[in-house]
């Protein structure tokens, strides 16, 4: 998969990072209201929202809940690679549109995956064929999420390759298995522009779609308070020196400490993953670092005293591959 190409920096200063962070509570809004709360001018936000883009460094994108997208099931999936250099097999998971995040990692596993599917049956295909069987592949180690309270990533790889989701019910309603409901024909157009620019007019998006702009407006509003889409700032990983995933594995004490410990995990601004999970190991945690040495603190210093926790096992991110941020478990 082609990532973005690598931005020309931009020094982002406290009042960038102040528009960031608006950015992030509400993608879509307004420049005046930003104005009146950073006590600057309208004209100021906007050229510095320009700048921001143009550099590289932000985007404002919708997100879209995997269920939403017509996916039931989330999986974190660990890879044993033989005979085969791991970047290439990852290039090559990575093409697979069930996988949204491939990171080669040293640790217990070669590659890191996260994964959708969206049943038992696809899942199935999925993990014994597809995944399996691809060449270089010795082993493949599947964990199930059973409850996500939360998927926040901030610093992400940008790519420009189009969104896209499986086929939903007609009518856009639940098909049973995710339990919410899906989005739409209408839904899914719409989510074409506002994944790559959501701060793309409800008129200009009406127009392409041959609908009112009334329409519009009402159906990101739903989408929004129903928690199928979010409209967030995303900021690009390559301003970071040596960026990588630390993946943390948990084992709990007792089964019945998940959610406790769980909770206190997401409660950690340093951690955009929590999953409670089935499989190898309790909960999955998810966070940025730029070192191993820095990995083992954050372990040490944030995880290991959780009351509840009894084992952590740390793998580390070398390389980014994959990772479509415009589709994540919406929990807030």
């Known amino acids: 998969m082609n ?21 992030r509570r509400d993608g ?11 006590g600057m001018t309208e004209a100021t936000v906007r050229t510095r929202v320009r700048r921001l883009e143009e550099s590289g460094l932000m985007r404002v994108v919708a997100v879209t809940d995997f269920e939403a997208a017509g996916y ?41 995956t996260l994964v959708v599917t969206r049943d038992l049956e696809s899942l ?10 691809l060449p270089g592949v010795r082993k493949v180690v599947p964990s199930l999420a059973v409850d996500v309270l939360k998927n926040q ?21 639940s098909d049973g298995v995710t339990g919410k409901r899906q989005l739409d024909a209408v839904d899914r157009r719409m989510m074409q522009w506002l994944s790559r620019d959501a701060r793309t007019s409800n008129r200009k998006i009406a127009a392409a779609l041959g609908i009112t702009e009334g329409t519009i407006r009402g159906r990101i509003k739903r989408l929004e308070e129903e928690k199928l889409i979010r409209i967030t700032a995303v900021t690009n990983i390559d301003y970071f020196d040596n960026p990588s995933l630390g993946y943390i594995s948990i084992a709990l004490e007792r089964s019945s400490q998940a959610e406790s410990v769980a909770r206190a995990l997401a409660a950690k601004t340093g951690i955009g993953f929590v999953g409670i999970m ?16 820095e990995l083992a603190g954050f372990v040490h210093e944030h995880i290991s005293s959780i009351p509840g926790v009894r084992t952590t096992e740390s793998t580390l991110g070398v390389k980014f591959v994959k990772h479509d941020y415009r589709m994540s478990r919406i929990v807030e």
């Open 278 to 293: 089935l499989g190898r190991y309790d909960i999955l945690a998810i966070t940025m670092v730029q070192s191993n040495n």
């Open 72 to 112: 039931g099931m989330l999986l974190a999936v660990g890879f044993e690679v033989e005979d085969r250099s791991p970047t290439e097999v990852a290039e090559e998971l990575a093409a697979i549109p069930e996988v949204f995040s491939v990171n080669v990692v040293v640790g217990t596993y070669d590659i890191q």
């Open 124 to 133: 199935g295909e999925l993990i014994s064929h597809t995944l399996a069987e």
């Open 153 to 173: 990533p901030s610093w992400v790889p940008f790519s420009d390759e189009p969104w896209s989701a499986p086929e939903s019910q007609p009518d856009g309603v």
């Open 3 to 23: 990532l973005a190409a690598q931005p020309k920096r931009l020094a982002m200063d406290d009042m960038d990072a102040r528009i960031i962070s608006l950015l």
């Open 28 to 38: 879509r809004m307004p420049f005046r209201a930003m104005a009146l709360e950073l």
